[in-house]
């Protein structure tokens, strides 16, 4: 493939300084619309050392306005961010929407200088791939705009701007011994790169060859690239705003007749004596606090999701769950209605900056899994988009464990007759009013439809990496004490 481009291409000075004109016109007016269309924007450039990135993206966003876009120029990943899945730190530095955000390297060093330098397995390049892929086409189809540049030079083209960097005093340090080591890989690269292109060349995120042997041509073809993808990106928008979607908000009623059910066979009869559950209680609180600090020692980050019923005893199971635990170690995250820079973002992006670093625990007090429950039911989200997220949420669980993170998934399972007792109790309970309110009551006239979405859920997202684990929770006793003793026997079985 990239022997086959001619990297002769060249522009006249007068044609190049017409063209450029017009252009940046172009691209300041388009950097406009795609702020006032709310398009978040995501441009990478990849290429060989000496390519001229750092100079091609200056010239690219000389026309734009600088309060729109920022630039983020990586590096190999510091202490914290090798401590997380490596998509971690690009998803925290994903745009809200009307904003552009330029790379100057990316995530494809994983794929790229870390493969050569040998420093990923086989599997884990196949995780790589099939990572990248899926990160883009989640932000591709939430609507984020993905502009992927590989600026290729001749080796022969290569040598020859090293050599010039290192003639003068002021540009020597720019070149290292790494840059002239990749100089004679030169040829091996050449397949990386074009495995890389042909894994990752996507409808949704197409890679463009930018010959950059000449600044000028290389600075009009980037311009014109982006000028087209951004006036597409916008009559797309536009297009699909003229277009009514009448019924796309409405919650579908749910089908009893023949549906897959799994909270029916539930036996919420389960319970435990007082003594028992303060025994299990102490015994498994010890063994816990014990497989911390062991969690810690061997850096094995651990995701415990909480979802349920209102009032199905979240709270009460986080609260023993943490009793004994070092609170260094551990991060409760109360996930409540997303705040406007939140709705700015794809709607993983919160949960993504929350990700634990490895050895610590991030606890989750409802989750991800709202955009298939609440948002589905209450219409804040399309049909479309809540029925994609089953596959989004699959892969970002994946990602984790992949990355070595233990997962687990509970859902806190009470009948309708135990909440409205509850809800009874604590409007009764000065001290357990805060905990009750209108919406809660609310809620309960759609328990068919929750219902309906929960059963679904668990159906479709319960994974050998990532299970859901439904407890019984009528008995507040046993529902503690199970959730207990499934952590302690999943981080036993991990630490094996």
């Known amino acids: 493939m990239l022997e086959c481009i001619d990297l002769?291409?060249?522009?006249?000075?007068?044609?190049?300084?017409?063209?450029?004109?017009r252009l940046d016109a172009k691209v300041a007016r388009l950097q406009r619309e795609a702020k006032a269309c709310g398009i978040p924007v995501m441009i990478i450039f990849e290429g060989w050392g000496a390519s001229g990135k750092g100079t091609l993206i200056n010239r690219l966003i000389q026309p734009m306005d600088p309060r729109g876009f920022k630039v983020y120029t990586i590096q190999k990943e510091n202490e914290e961010e090798a401590m997380r899945p490596f998509l971690w730190r690009f998803w925290t530095k994903t745009p809200a929407?009307?904003?552009?955000?330029?790379f100057d390297r990316s995530w494809y060093n994983r794929v790229l200088k870390d493969r050569m330098d040998?420093?990923?397995?086989?599997?884990?390049?196949?995780?790589a791939y099939n990572e990248i892929v899926s990160f883009e086409e989640q932000l591709s189809v939430d609507g984020t705009l993905i502009i992927k540049f590989f600026l290729h030079i001749s080796k022969k083209e290569q040598k020859k701007r090293f050599e010039k960097l290192e003639a003068s005093e002021e540009t020597r340090w720019r070149v290292t011994a790494e840059d002239w080591k990749h100089n004679k890989q030169y040829d091996e690269y050449v397949g990386v790169y074009e495995d890389m292109m042909e894994k990752t060349d996507t409808d949704f995120a197409p890679w463009t060859i930018i010959e950059a042997t000449d600044r000028e041509y290389a600075s009009a073809k980037i311009l014109a690239t982006v000028s087209d993808m951004l006036e597409a990106k916008i009559k797309e928008v536009n297009t699909a705003k003229a277009i009514p979607a009448a019924e796309e908000a409405k919650p579908d009623e749910p089908e009893t007749t023949f549906r897959t059910s799994v909270l029916d066979g539930v036996d919420l009869s389960k319970s435990l004596s007082k003594d028992v559950y303060k025994k299990k209680l102490d015994e498994l609180q010890t063994k816990l606090s014990k497989m911390h600090s062991e969690l810690y020692r061997r850096r094995i980050p651990v995701v415990l999701a909480f979802e349920g019923w209102d009032a199905g005893g979240k709270g009460g199971a986080i609260k023993r769950l943490?009793?004994?635990?070092?609170?260094?170690g551990y991060e409760v995250i109360p996930t409540a209605s997303p705040n406007d820079?939140?709705?700015a973002h794809h709607y993983l992006w919160r949960f993504w900056n929350n990700m634990p670093k490895a050895g610590h625990i991030a606890i989750f007090d409802r989750t991800w899994y709202g955009r298939v429950m609440v948002e589905r039911i209450e219409g804040f989200c399309t049909k479309a988009e809540w029925q994609r997220a089953y596959k989004e949420i699959n892969q970002m669980e994946e990602h984790l464990a992949n990355a070595g993170t233990v997962i687990i998934k509970f859902w806190m399972h009470i009948d309708k007759d135990?909440?409205?007792?509850?809800?009874?109790?604590?409007?009764?309970?000065?001290?357990?009013?805060?905990?009750?309110?209108?919406?809660d009551w609310r809620n309960r006239e759609k328990w068919p439809q929750y219902e309906e979405a929960v059963n679904e859920m668990i159906v479709r997202t319960s994974t050998p990496h990532a299970p859901w684990v439904i407890?019984?929770?009528?008995?507040?006793?046993?529902?503690?004490?199970?959730?207990?003793?499934?952590?302690?026997?999943?981080?036993?079985?991990?630490?094996?």
């Open 97 to 102: 929407k009307g904003r552009m955000h330029l």
């Open 341 to 343: 820079i939140e709705k």
């Open 471 to 496: 407890v019984e929770g009528n008995s507040k006793y046993y529902a503690r004490v199970k959730v207990l003793q499934t952590v302690v026997d999943a981080l036993e079985e991990r630490l094996k």
């Open 418 to 439: 135990e909440q409205e007792r509850r809800f009874k109790e604590r409007m009764e309970n000065p001290e357990k009013q805060w905990k009750i309110t209108d919406e």
């Open 8 to 21: 002769s291409k060249k522009l006249k000075k007068k044609e190049a300084k017409e063209l450029l004109d």
């Open 322 to 328: 943490t009793a004994r635990l070092d609170p260094r």
């Open 118 to 127: 040998g420093r990923v397995s086989k599997e884990q390049l196949m995780n």
